[in-house]
């Protein structure tokens, strides 16, 4: 075992081996899905590692070291879904306390604050956690937690782990970080300082848009015996098979990302050229407190990419005239897929609350995937090709 793991100091090594496995009678290379709910006990009592599939399955708690290893944490937690793992984080804090929550964070995570967390009492301050001063100024006698997102969705607007930590720590809070966006590939929070880090492993974990997971990563052990608790309590565990798709999409995590950032770069060269395109959003150009922040504490700039159409262009039409990239949401998958915020992901704000958020109906919010650049590049040439500039509508008009 000490062996093996000296021969494992890179990352994208401990992608593809994670842990070895001493319980594989068979030889084979990968860990095998334990379709089993129950477990034998030898005696009745025996102290078993094994008792129930909610509280301990091993192909889930392979998943689980694996997660804990490369997110540099103690223990991981693999869950039904992204909200699920997110549930199970916010439930280790009680009726009273108060979280300081990024203004911009996953549509989903502000229901389940909105519309579950607050009917349990736990208080929420929304910030726009890129302004640090902003952040101090929410905290609270009873703030526990600062919960955020590194890269927004969908405008990419980048926030310091670091500076957030510091903060956090003079304060005796913890740092909750959504690191779904960005992956332990690209970030890992816990290195600069986060308590815990959240994932919808649905995107690219797992990376091919065939499985819905969550995960959570913890270093403090009375952090993780709490999660353990919500997780085997609240009973939303990943199955044994879903464990296993993430466990295989993450073996080729570092080469899937490396092809999303060289795709994305291209496709926002090609973009800055197109006269239709009146703004792109993405941490890699030069010149934005957003590009600062990344370029230090990230290893690249990420797969998403947003950019509005100038007035007068119709996004439904441009989106809908796409041949190869798809008109989906979600995110991170190895195809392509493309929607429009305002009326897709971030339907459920208000106008006002889309107005206020940045999102615009000329917003479009790209997931670059790992095809052939140029065929990526040909198609919304195509498309852009065949928009024909109109008046702007009224609504287009208020929405700028
Ligand atoms: C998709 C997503 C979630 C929710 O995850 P599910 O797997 O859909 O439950 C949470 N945070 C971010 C940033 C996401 O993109």
């Known amino acids: 075992m000490e062996s093996e793991e000296m021969h494992m100091s890179e990352f994208d090594t401990k992608l593809v081996h994670g842990k070895s496995q001493h319980d594989n009678q068979t030889g084979a290379v990968n860990v095998p899905i334990y379709n089993s709910s129950t477990y034998i006990f030898p005696k009745v009592d025996s102290k078993v590692t094994w008792d129930y599939s909610r509280s301990g399955n091993p192909t889930r708690n392979y998943l689980e070291d694996q997660l804990a290893a490369l997110e540099n944490g103690n223990r991981g937690f693999a869950f039904s879904s992204g909200l699920a793992a997110i549930h199970a ?5 009680s009726p009273g306390d108060h979280i300081v929550i990024g203004d911009t964070i996953y549509g989903g995570t502000f229901r389940l604050i909105n519309q579950f967390f607050k009917r349990w009492h736990l208080e929420f301050t929304e910030v726009d956690t890129q302004d640090l001063k902003a952040v101090e100024n929410a905290i609270q006698p009873n703030t526990k937690a600062i919960y955020f997102e590194t890269f927004t969705n969908p405008l990419l607007k980048v926030t310091s782990v670091k500076a957030i930590s510091k903060i956090a720590k003079a304060h005796k809070l913890l740092t909750i970080v959504d690191n779904t966006f960005l992956t332990p590939y690209l970030q890992r ?108 504490e990230t290893n690249g700039y990420g797969g998403i990419v947003s950019f509005e159409l100038k007035k007068g262009f119709k996004t439904t039409e441009f989106v809908e005239n ?79």
């Open 189 to 296: 929070p816990l290195d600069l300082g986060a308590d815990i880090v959240v994932h919808s492993a649905t995107k690219y974990l797992g990376g091919h848009s065939d499985v819905v997971a969550g995960v959570a990563v913890v270093k403090d052990k009375a952090i993780a015996d709490r999660l353990y608790f919500n997780q085997n309590g609240v009973g939303s565990v990943l199955s044994p098979e879903d464990s296993n798709l993430i466990r295989r999409g993450i073996q080729t995590l570092a080469v899937r990302l490396d092809r999303h950032l060289s795709n994305a770069a291209k496709i926002v060269d090609f973009l800055q050229h197109r006269p239709e395109v009146a703004k792109i959003y993405y941490p890699g150009i030069k010149g934005t407190k957003d590009y600062e922040i990344a370029t230090a």
């Open 89 to 93: 984080v916010l439930s280790i804090f």
């Open 322 to 400: 796409l041949k190869l990239i798809q008109l989906a949401v979600s995110l991170g998958a190895v195809e392509s897929l493309i929607e429009l915020p305002y009326k897709m992901t971030h339907a459920e704000l208000s106008p006002e609350e889309q107005l206020a958020a940045g999102i615009t109906h000329q917003l479009v919010r790209l997931s670059v995937g790992i095809e052939d650049p140029k065929d990526l590049i040909a198609d919304l040439a195509q498309s852009l090709d065949q928009l024909s500039e109109t008046e702007p509508t009224e609504v287009e008009s208020v929405n700028k």
